[in-house]
Every structure is written in structure tokens, then in C-alpha cells.
């Protein structure tokens, strides 16, 4: 059994999920799959217009996952005009950690609290760089390995695998199981990492509905 977790570093959503993603992987694999939901025409300057776009949002999300928003990101990162919101380099970092040492997802987390807690410019490579080593993973070689990721092809292949499984957006928490997938409805799991870890140990039952929708769509983070 695997469970297949399609996400993007920049979705709020994907970071209220990290505890439950954490859990699960004391459970059984985990293979993340970045979506790269702002990419290309979709990459955004830090703007007054962002700030308030996102911000209530955020608010909804801890409120839901009790997840935490530091002020270095509320008040520094998001007040920040020169830093650029691109899904393309810490996506491409998970995928150098995950070829080095099986270790994507762990950066993913540590990536997103860098963002969300202390405000840090996860696009910027130098960034990335520090947080990897701060790993362990050795400098040279990540930063090699990082450069060599084929990065838009993994996008492509995340987002065939998200129309494929029926996933709505980001995160899409998927169990494969005999190669059939079975998707997870996270909104009564969030802020309760423990409980998720059992019922994946336990079933692959269906939770039935949640009353929302806790996740972003393709181009952002919605409701």
C-alpha cells in the first residue's frame, strides 16, 4: 500500500495537511508529487492584492488544522514586494532530497514552515540550499542533484495523476492499493494527525463527506 500525496509548497492547505502527512508516513510510504500550482504564467509577486487574497485563508486554515502562521510571514514575507511566489524551485528541491535519500517529503515540511512560520523565500534557491543542508544532505551533491531534476515533466506527470485519481486540487491524498486508488477525504483528519495514522493502520473505508472543501485548486487557494 502506498499512499500517494499531491500537493504544492505554496497551497495553505497542503501545510495544514503536514502533520497528517507526517503521520502517515509512520505508516507506510509516502510519494509526493508536486503540482506546481504557480508555475509559469502562474508565478506572482508579493503584492497588497496577494496579502488579501490570502490571508483569510490562512486564517481559516489554522483555525481548521491549528497549524501555526508566524508574523515573519504575515507581516514580513507577505509585505515583502520584491519576493516572488514560484512553486517551480521547491518543488524541484523535494524531488533532489527524495533522490539523494528517500527524504522528499520531510523537506517538503520543512520547506513549508520555512514559508509560513518564518516567512522565508522558499523560491529562492539559496534558500533551498540552506534548508537541505540543515538536513544533513550534503551541499554539493543537492545542489547537483537539484539542477538535474526534470522538474516540468514531474509537474506534468503529478497533474495526469490528479485528473487520473479524480483529485479536485491540492493536497490530494490518494491509497494505492493493488492498483486501485482510493481517494481521501482530509477534512476530518485535520488537526488530528494521531487518529489518521490509526484509521490508516486499521481501513482503506470511505470517511464520507466533510462539509468543505480543504484544499486549493490548480491556480490558488480557495474555500
Known sequence: MILHYIYDP??????????????????????AHGGGMMTGANRQKVSPQLRNYV???????????GQPFGEAYFEGLLRDHTAVFDSAPPIAAVLAAEQMAGRGPELLGRVQSAHYVEGRRIADESVLFELAHGMGLE??????????VDTES???????????????????????????FTLIDIGPWLGKPQAFAQWLGQSLADQGASGFVAACGLEGCVD
Not at 551541499?139 to 538535474?148: I, V
Not at 495526469?160 to 492498483?179: C, D, I, M, R
Request: glycine share 8%.
Open 10 to 31: 505554496l497551497c495553505g492547505w497542503c501545510y495544514g495537511a503536514k502533520p497528517l502527512v507526517q503521520a502517515a508516513q509512520a505508516v507506510l510510504p509516502v510519494l
Open 55 to 65: 490571508m483569510p485563508h490562512d486564517r481559516r486554515i489554522a483555525e481548521y488544522s
Open 139 to 148: 551541499a554539493q551533491d543537492f545542489e547537483r542533484t537539484f539542477r538535474m
Open 154 to 180: 514531474h509537474i506534468r506527470d503529478s497533474r495526469a495523476l490528479l485528473a487520473k485519481v479524480g483529485g479536485q486540487g491540492f493536497p490530494t491524498l490518494v491509497l494505492e492499493h493493488n492498483e486501485q
